[in-house]
């Protein structure tokens, strides 16, 4: 199942989209996101949504940019420019051809790349960043250096913490076991 066929689960009873606090209820379907209330769409939009709301569809689409593919597949396009399918699965090591096929397909669809296609033979297929893909890219560009200077620190981070925690079993995660709890 593809992200883009994932249905939304169930709601707790008497928890819905439209009581969930965090989040504006839907507009109808003849109303898009701030008609009626003197505002432009996008403007609306970031004033309304909450991307913590557990209903809010901006909380899925977070979920869909937060992607690891999804991520590399911008940087990637923000720092070669425009790429044909093989030189992006060759610049996103270990990426597959149906993950990013499907990846490239969500980013298509949500407005954040182009496919070119160059009339040729055999055809020449191009994906670029549109300018919001461009602005996203350029956002997660320092999320990936800061990854990279800082991970030597946080792999010895985890090789301490699993050295401390390998005997704690359950307890591990026991505010009142933890060796900085101040109880």
């Not at 939304?8 to 008497?14: I, K, N, S, T, V």
């Not at 809010?56 to 999804?70: N, T």
Request: with cysteine; aromatic share 4%; glycine share 10%.
């Amino acid at each position: 199942m593809t992200i883009q066929e994932r249905k939304p689960a169930p709601a707790r009873p008497g928890r819905t989209q439209e009581s969930d606090p965090a989040c504006p209820q839907q507009p109808a379907p003849e109303q898009g996101w701030g008609q009626g209330q003197g505002q432009g769409r996008g403007q609306a939009e970031e004033q309304e949504l909450d991307v913590f709301g557990r209903f809010c569809p901006s909380r899925g689409m977070f979920a869909e940019l937060a992607d690891k593919w999804s991520l590399l597949i911008l940087m990637s396009l923000g720092k070669l420019g425009e790429q044909r399918f093989s030189e992006l699965q060759r610049a996103v090591g270990g990426v597959s051809r149906k993950m990013l096929t499907q990846s490239l397909r969500t980013l298509e669809r949500h407005g954040l790349i182009s496919r070119t296609v160059h009339p040729q033979t055999p055809p020449r297929v191009v994906y670029g960043l549109l300018p919001r893909g461009r602005e996203l890219a350029d956002l997660v560009a320092p999320l990936g250096r800061w990854t990279e200077l800082n991970t030597p620190a946080m792999l010895a981070a985890r090789e301490d913490f699993d050295t401390t925690h390998e005997n704690a079993g359950d307890d591990a995660h026991d505010p009142a076991h933890h060796p900085h709890h101040a109880g």
